[in-house]
């Protein structure tokens, strides 16, 4: 299985630069928008789909050095997967094995822009309590005033992360999505919100 993110990583990979003379700033990911899933074949042909319900997250942002960090947890339990059958097999031991390890997490605190931008996040991805590096591919990076939007994935390999049964009908790509809606969040004590603008460099 391969598995990649929509990331949604992404919208908090949609980093927006505040005044000059800001400070690093939080985000909080919007879980009522952002979405998450993954996508395997099974015989090699056929896809193998899921959905995550329900997910939460944090950013941190220095707009001036471009630096911060990233952390995201997704509730493996929340998954509908197609085709319906296919869900029990899924949320069990030998995938994702959700009642034991409801959570799929990514923390990350290394961004790579090139000259057009955002590119990739950096990070550790914890699966069926398994943490092994990865890199999150950014698709897309948006900001608007107070609001983040992203799309990206990770393509890893399952049996990475223990997931080896069903080696001969499953394949060992899993690739996880994510699209990330990111809103930034007041500071402590602080009426007024800070004004973002969105930086040439990270609009697609």
Not at 51 to 61: A, C, H, N, V
Not at 114 to 121: I, M
């Amino acid at each position: 299985m391969m598995i990649r993110w929509p990331c949604a990583a992404c919208l908090l990979w949609a980093l927006p630069v505040l005044q000059a003379n800001a400070q690093p700033a939080t985000y909080r990911l919007d879980a009522q928008e952002t979405t998450a899933g993954y996508e395997t074949r099974f015989l090699g042909v056929l896809p193998m789909r899921g959905d995550f319900k329900r997910s939460s997250g944090t950013l941190i942002y220095d707009p001036t050095t471009r630096t911060g960090s990233v952390d995201v947890r997704i509730e493996a339990a929340s998954m509908i997967s197609s085709p319906a059958k296919a869900e029990t097999t899924a949320r069990g031991r030998d995938f994702f094995n959700v009642e034991h390890h409801p959570f799929i997490a990514f923390s990350a605190a290394n961004f790579a822009f090139d000259s057009d931008g955002l590119r990739a996040v950096e990070g550790l991805l914890t699966l069926v309590g398994v943490t092994q590096p990865v890199a999150l591919a950014v698709r897309s990076a948006h900001c608007e005033p107070l609001v983040c939007r992203a799309e990206g994935e990770v393509v890893v390999q399952r049996t990475r992360f223990g997931m080896k049964a069903w080696s001969r009908m499953v394949s060992d790509d899993v690739t996880i999505r994510i699209s990330l809606v990111a809103r930034l969040a007041a500071a402590a004590g602080t009426a007024a919100v800070p004004v973002v603008e969105t930086p040439p460099a990270l609009a697609n």
